[in-house]
């Protein structure tokens, strides 16, 4: 009776190992292609000032349950060392919130949100200037 237990428990714990292996190498996968995109980009725009403003791009989505149509948004403006800003407007019935975060590296200095993340890695790879975002946010 032990054994079938462990037997079964082994078996429950070796799926679940595949499992999250498999998850683990499609995420490294879509990482690793952006990675390629961003060094192909860069090495066809060799040319330029990479301090210089150069990659924009917009997530719209809606960030409040009482808002629709996608009002609220994130914009990532971005030079060539992946430096720069994104800027976030929260729009509600009554009020709307902005909000600015710098970038350093395409990384927020402060946490960013998921709208603002995929903001700064459209941007970076290019994919810009409007990139669909969640149909419902996260604030």
Same mark, same amino acid.
């Given at each position: ?5 462990? *037997? ?5 714990a ?12 499609? /995420? ?8 390629? =995109?961003?060094?192909a980009? /860069? ?9 210089a403003? =150069?990659d ?20 990532a ?14 729009n ?10 710098? *970038?350093?590296g395409?990384?927020? /200095? ?7 993340e ?7 790879l290019?994919?810009?200037?409007? *990139? ?8």
């Amino acid at each position: 009776m032990l054994v079938t237990i462990w *037997v079964i428990v082994g078996a429950v714990a070796g799926v679940s190992g595949v499992l999250v292996g498999y998850s683990a190498l499609r /995420q490294a996968r879509a990482t690793v292609e952006d990675c390629r =995109r961003l060094l192909a980009r /860069q090495l066809g725009e060799g040319r330029g000032d990479l301090k210089a403003i =150069r990659d924009v791009a917009v997530c719209r989505y809606d960030a409040l349950s009482e808002m629709t149509g996608r009002l609220s948004f994130s914009v990532a403006m971005i030079n060539g060392l992946g430096d720069g800003i994104v800027l976030t407007s929260i729009n509600g019935r009554s009020e709307t919130r902005t909000y600015v975060r710098p *970038v350093v590296g395409g990384k927020g /200095q402060e946490p960013l949100s998921p709208e603002e993340e995929e903001a700064v890695r459209a941007a970076r790879l290019g994919l810009g200037p409007l *990139v669909a975002g969640p149909v419902s946010g996260t604030f």
